[in-house]
């Protein structure tokens, strides 16, 4: 792990629904031109850290920090104005508007708290610091993400793999400063997965930090530097995609476990099972 400072670090974080500790202590970082994956069996609390970070839900205990300052008591309205930005993992998109106009909300928004015209972001237009007009930014997004020729398409009458990266593109059109994915490649068949994983990858290269969420494990090994696995809200294992892989606790719980997502997580990875085995490797 780098030295630098983290765009985001959560620490301890805890939440509870009544008598059920969902997340516990859940501590981890989100590096700048890095994809962090957050993964882990079905209920493990992944979603519910998602909400904490942004606000939707309060922690019981617990630190949010974006560029080293606490915005845990912030609403969430205000996290995202200071560069919290995500993706849900029930698409949430304006089925009856198009693609440039899913785009354009986000942007919309953006401008709503700060007429400052900063210059547009790499991923878009490059090293090169210039001002684009909101036109030209909606535009240069829908076709980064390869969306040009559905532009004035409704989005409910496109296939999920669209939808997910319009999702994407609306919430890129608020600048935000990390970006946190819900399981944005649940929907899309291989070719768009491997897309997607491309993708993620250029706006990591363009230094944007990303945590992702999600179930398709051979993406997040290829995608992500490091990975952060929650069992029952409670990190077991932490590192590199190799370490995480091959650690003992990970296999019993998630890579080698028997249910019906942790099997298909497993073979998505390349992980063999034997017959009845909890786990391989390690
Ligand atoms: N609003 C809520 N009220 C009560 N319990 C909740 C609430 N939201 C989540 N939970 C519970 O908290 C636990 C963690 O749920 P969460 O949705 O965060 O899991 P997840 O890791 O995102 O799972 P999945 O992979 O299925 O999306 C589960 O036991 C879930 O039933
Ligand atoms: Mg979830």
Redesign the pocket.
């Known amino acids: 792990m780098s030295g630098a400072s983290p765009v985001l670090a959560i620490e301890g974080l805890s939440v509870r629904?009544?008598g059920?500790l969902?997340v516990s202590e859940v501590s981890l970082q989100v590096h700048d031109g890095r994809i962090s994956g957050l993964i882990?069996?079905?209920?493990?609390?992944?979603?519910?850290?998602f909400n904490a970070i942004c606000g939707v839900t309060q922690p019981t205990s617990g630190r949010v920090l974006l560029e080293g300052r606490d915005i845990s008591r912030l609403p969430t309205h205000q996290r995202a104005r200071r560069g919290i930005g995500r993706t849900f993992?029930r698409l949430e998109v304006f089925s009856s508007l198009s693609v440039a106009d899913n785009v354009r909300v986000g942007l919309e928004i953006r401008r709503s708290w700060s007429r400052r015209r900063p210059p547009a972001p790499q991923f878009l237009v490059g090293p090169e610091a210039i001002e684009v007009d909101p036109d030209t930014e909606v535009d240069l997004i829908v076709g980064r993400l390869g969306l040009a020729e559905v532009v004035d398409v409704p989005v409910g009458a496109l296939p999920t793999g669209s939808a997910r990266k319009v999702e994407l593109g609306r919430a890129l059109a608020a600048r935000p400063r990390v970006l946190l994915l819900d399981?944005p490649a649940s929907g899309l068949d291989d070719r768009e997965t491997e897309d997607f994983g491309h993708l993620l990858g250029e706006l990591a290269a363009a230094g944007l930090g990303v945590l992702l969420?999600e179930?398709d494990v051979a993406l997040v090994m290829r995608v992500c530097a490091e990975l952060s696995v929650?069992n029952f809200?409670q990190v077991i294992a932490a590192g590199t995609p190799s370490e995480v892989q091959s650690n003992r606790a990970v296999l019993d719980a998630y890579l080698g476990g028997r249910s019906e997502?942790a099997t298909t997580a497993a073979e998505s990875a390349g992980v063999a099972l034997g017959p009845g085995d909890p786990g391989v490797g390690s």
């Open positions: 629904f009544g059920h969902a882990g069996p079905n209920g493990a609390g992944k979603t519910t850290t993992q399981e969420v179930h929650l809200g997502s």
